[in-house]
């Protein structure tokens, strides 16, 4: 688990209290979850994709500015972050019932695409 987990998770947690909901955000030391305590949320577009945008937009931000870019082993993780938590965003808010039910294939599938970003931007740019 990362801190952009925790953006992603207070993302849905912004949302479902803007509505006037409850919440509450469970973490451990491998993950991060919130509950939104109303029925209604599972069907709004924004509840569903604001935790992933708002944790891609608090890691990719950072890399406006030069001198973050100019720093490699802090910009390719922050924009493995930002890249990552949007995929997941558009899976969640696409595929929400297969995104909430699953718990083997889309982890898998997102580390992997994380991991393959990761290395590949670690090849092109991560030389000294
Ligand atoms: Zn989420």
Redesign the pocket.
């Known amino acids: 688990m990362t801190p952009a987990t925790v953006i992603?998770?207070l993302?849905?947690s912004v949302v479902c209290v803007a509505h006037g909901y409850k919440q509450s955000i469970q973490i451990d030391s491998m993950s991060a979850s919130?509950y939104c305590y109303s029925s209604e949320m599972g069907d709004s577009y924004l509840f569903?994709a604001f935790?992933?945008l708002l944790a891609s937009i608090v890691m990719l931000a950072p890399i406006a500015s030069a001198k973050i870019r100019s720093i490699i082993w802090i910009a390719i993780p922050l924009v493995v972050l930002g890249i990552s938590h949007a995929i997941?965003?558009f899976i969640?808010t696409a595929f929400y019932d297969f995104y909430i039910t699953d718990n083997s294939i889309l982890p898998q599938l997102l580390m992997m695409i994380s991991l393959v970003l990761f290395f590949g931007l670690l090849i092109k740019y991560g030389r000294v």
Do not use: P, Y
Request: proline share 0%.
């Open positions: 992603h998770e993302g849905h919130s569903k935790g992933g997941n965003a969640e």
